[in-house]
């Protein structure tokens, strides 16, 4: 089994900053990649940010240029970097782990971005 625990979400400012954290445990050994998705009240969950294990690197359009993924040096852990944040980019944002075609999710981490 895999465990994903996330960190760091929030309230802020638009135009603020924030840094989520998921460290993954369990049975991790050759993970394909893992990365962060997020779902807003009433929307479907949709990609953020995905990573592989050959540092491949996925935006979705409306965070390109704001946010960036990156990932521990023991690669158990993902990062997300949120700058000039927005208003839509309010949701609460999961952790994905996908391995060997199953995908394991975290619990997720609110994140609220107003005034």
């Known amino acids: 089994q895999v465990q994903l625990v996330e960190s760091g979400g929030g309230l802020v ?5 924030l840094r989520l ?3 993954a445990s369990g049975n991790i050994f050759r993970i394909n ?4 998705y997020r779902q807003a009240p009433g929307k479907q969950r949709e990609l953020v940010a995905t990573i592989t294990s050959g540092d491949s690197i996925k935006y979705a359009d409306s965070v390109k240029g704001r ?3 990156s990932r521990g040096i023991a690669k158990n852990t993902v990062y997300l970097q949120m700058n000039s944040l927005k208003p839509d980019d309010t949701a609460v944002y999961y952790c994905n782990l996908e391995k060997w075609g199953t995908n394991y999710w975290g619990r997720g981490t609110q994140v609220t971005v107003s005034s």
Do not use: E, R, V
Request: hydrophobic share 45%; glycine share 20%.
């Open 67 to 69: 946010f960036t993924i």
């Open 13 to 17: 400012q638009p135009g603020g900053s």
């Open 33 to 36: 990649a893992m990365g962060w």
């Open 21 to 23: 954290a998921c460290a």
